[in-house]
């Protein structure tokens, strides 16, 4: 039990560091908006397949939403109803969000994509 708990408090640091959630060694990133094809350390395959990316805009659409859902919420308590207000709130909120957690809802997808299938190996072009 504590063996897990101390598993899943590693992976939620890794994530939270954006780093390979396999080994923690290397960053996801090469540079700021380009995720790396594989861990450099441990090889694990960031990119597995056309689409993989599907995941991380599901994660970061998810946690848009939610934030501007409790923006939306915390606006109506102090404010009102005020539209007008809350629009000003919220849809500067909506659309900045997503550009700042870019890198965590990919770390975030490769996060989940760990745990559930396990990331594979990346391999060389020609090797095998
Ligand atoms: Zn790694």
């Given at each position: 039990m504590l063996a897990g708990r101390l598993q899943i408090l590693s992976l939620l640091s890794r994530c939270a560091r954006l780093?390979?959630?396999?080994?923690?060694?290397?960053?996801?990133?090469?540079?700021?908006f380009r995720v790396r094809q594989?861990?450099?350390?441990?090889?694990?395959?960031?990119?597995?397949?056309?689409?993989?990316f599907v995941g991380s805009v599901m994660v970061n659409a998810v946690a848009t939403e939610s934030a501007a859902l409790v923006v939306y919420f915390a606006c109506l308590y102090a404010v009102g109803y005020r539209e007008d207000l809350i629009l000003i709130v919220a849809l500067p909120l909506t659309l900045i969000l997503p550009v700042l957690f870019y890198h965590h809802s990919w770390s975030v997808w490769l996060g989940l994509d760990y745990v559930f299938e396990g990331l594979p190996k990346y391999e060389e072009p020609g090797a095998g």
């Open positions: 780093r390979c959630p396999v080994c923690g060694r290397s960053s996801i990133f090469q540079a700021p594989h861990c450099p350390s441990c090889s694990s395959l960031f990119k597995r397949e056309e689409g993989f």
